[in-house]
């Protein structure tokens, strides 16, 4: 068991690392998308004579775009990204687009801030997975190499007035631009993150009222089973006891004959407080039907779930139905049974219902344990009740 486990580890990590990749690799696609949109907006500028560059030339800085793409992608493929403190390469690929960018911008004239911009326009976005320190790093590789580039290339004749203004506005996009991105970006998460918990907790109360009982607050019969199928698993596996203890309400269509259903439903809520309060945290109780809860009582031999039951019934002495008939109180019958190997859920529960059927049958008001007897025609042993068993009773529970 524990290498099956350990392998399917293993393979979900190998699978989210392949969605991790596949997804930086569709990064630096978008972002080669945008730097070949604007390469095409470059050549467009230089076929209508704006640009001060030889097509040869210009065909040169195409070709250093499309090879940073393909080693971006390759590095992606071989994995030699998981190697580096940042995987997802997100400074290079800035470099890349900003180099493109930066340098075939320079060569445009009159248009120059139009096709700069729109390049920018596309890095800013692709920018939004830099940290703040990278961010400021990037913004001066491009400054740098803007600088470096005017001064090289046209050191005369240069209109610097418009330069350091370009170089202002540069920076501000550079440094600003994926901040504020950023910063929307998150504003944006917030607000799902705050949907996603309001999601969480609703899914939650709709998960526990589909366990829970309506009317008592308790559990239903299907978080019962659910549970009962865990605890016979769990000691399937290894030496762990439980009980259950079947509690059916004596003559409980007296009261609501005698008091009205709305009085009969609070005994019922009030039933199950008293339960509640009596069973322990790791224990549970649940309403299977009408006046009949189960009680659940975890790592439990049935000698302790009888001192759980006899417990319920002490409780129930405080309990007042009605106002109008103070001293009126509600008893219960209580079938016990403890897990056996082997079992099904379904032959712990009809065995507990056996033992209930005994403890009605003798009178009601009484607790009575299955007997160790694995035998469909066994008869359930009355061992103690709230009241004293009679001889006869005693005698019919043999």
Request: glycine share 6%.
């Amino acid at each position: 068991m524990f290498f099956i486990l350990t392998d399917e580890v293993l393979m979900k990590t190998i699978a989210d690392t392949v969605k991790q990749q596949e997804a930086r690799t569709f990064r630096v696609a978008t972002l080669g998308a945008g730097i070949f949109a604007h390469l095409i907006v470059c050549w467009t500028v230089l076929s209508v004579g704006y640009m001060d560059i030889s097509a040869l030339q210009m065909l040169g800085l195409s070709s250093l775009a499309i090879t940073g793409f393909f080693v971006l992608a390759f590095l992606i493929g071989i994995e030699w990204n998981l190697t580096l403190e940042d995987p997802e390469m997100a400074v290079p690929r800035m470099i890349w687009a900003l180099t493109i960018v930066i340098i075939t911008s320079h060569f445009v004239i009159d248009l120059k801030s139009v096709v700069l911009f729109s390049g920018l326009a596309m890095i800013v976005m692709g920018a939004n997975r830099l940290s703040r320190s990278q961010q400021f790093l990037v913004a001066g590789y491009g400054l740098l190499l803007y600088i470096t580039v005017v001064y090289l290339t046209s050191p005369e004749g240069l209109d610097w007035v418009t330069e350091v203004v370009l170089i202002i506005a540069f920076g501000f996009v550079l440094l600003f631009g994926p901040a504020l991105y950023r910063f929307e970006h998150l504003a944006i998460e917030g607000v799902i993150t705050e949907k996603n918990e309001e999601l969480v907790k609703a899914l939650a109360q709709i998960r526990e009222m589909a366990v829970r009982d309506e009317m008592t607050g308790v559990y239903n019969r299907r978080h019962l089973m659910e549970l009962l199928a865990r605890e016979k698993a769990r000691a399937d596996r290894k030496n762990y006891a439980f009980s259950i203890a079947y509690v059916d309400l004596d003559y409980f269509k007296n009261v609501n004959d005698r008091f009205g259903h709305s009085a009969g439903d609070e005994v019922l809520r009030s039933f199950s407080r008293v339960a509640e309060n009596v069973i322990r945290e790791i224990d549970c109780i649940a309403r299977i039907g009408g006046e009949e809860f189960v009680l659940v009582f975890a790592g439990t031999r049935q000698c302790d779930a009888v001192r759980g039951a006899e417990r319920l019934a002490i409780g129930l002495k405080d309990m007042s139905v009605t106002l109008v008939e103070p001293d009126y109180r509600v008893t219960t019958s209580v079938g016990i049974t403890e897990y056996r190997q082997g079992d099904s859920v379904q032959q712990l529960i009809d065995r507990a219902d056996m033992a209930l059927y005994e403890a009605k049958r003798n009178g009601r008001n009484k607790i009575v344990v299955a007997c160790d007897k694995p035998s469909a025609e066994l008869l359930p042993r009355a061992i103690s009740s709230v009241s004293p068993l009679t001889d006869e009773n005693r005698h019919g529970a043999r």
